[in-house]
């Protein structure tokens, strides 16, 4: 333990930029068999990808509450964010809010995961799982506040999302989504 501890001591010396003696270390007084640092790994383009993913998938999700909470969907920040059924998912169902009076206070959690990559078919696709969970939320009658979610209701307040991603250039898009109302997660 001694020699760790030594060793420790040695190489924030030497970061330092004294030597083992106290000394101002010389150029060339790098201990014998210390590894001198390293770059850090860049990332791997899968990972890269993963990232992107991610950022267009809580970037739609974060229009999507505000839409669902403000009746109005901002087309230009959806489109930075999703196309295809994703992006008409989130029309449909602010339209569908609005007709019926209701509004979504508070925000869902997020538990986000790519679980499959494509970066060889063009255009390059992911897909992603989501544990969506709205016990933090709720769909209130925009007259009263009172909610509009049945006392009775068997919909899980925790439910899975599938969702896919495509690129469109070198940005990713989400297009499609999809919530799974008949189970929980």
């Known amino acids: 333990m001694a020699s760790a501890a030594s060793a420790a001591v040695l190489l924030l010396g030497t970061i330092a930029g004294c030597s083992s003696s106290g000394e101002p270390a010389r150029a060339d007084s790098t201990p014998k068999g210390t590894a001198s640092p390293k770059a850090p790994p860049s990332m791997s383009a899968e990972d890269k990808a993963k990232e992107q993913v991610l950022a267009a998938y809580r970037g ?24 295809d059924k994703a992006a008409s998912g989130v029309v449909v169902a602010v339209a569908w809010y609005e007709k019926r009076g209701l509004k979504v206070v508070g925000k869902p959690q997020l538990a986000p995961e790519v679980t499959a990559v494509n970066l060889e078919a063009k255009p390059r696709t992911a897909v992603l799982s989501d544990c969506l969970d709205t016990s933090k939320s709720d769909t209130v009658y925009k007259t009263t506040g009172k909610s509009a979610i049945k006392k009775d209701s068997k919909e899980p307040r925790r439910k899975p999302v599938t969702a896919k991603a495509v690129t469109v250039g070198d940005r990713w898009l989400i297009s499609e989504y999809e919530i799974d109302r008949s189970r929980s997660c």
């Open 60 to 83: 739609l999700s974060a229009v999507r509450s505000e839409a669902y909470s403000t009746g109005k969907v901002d087309n230009a920040k959806l489109q930075e964010y999703a196309r």
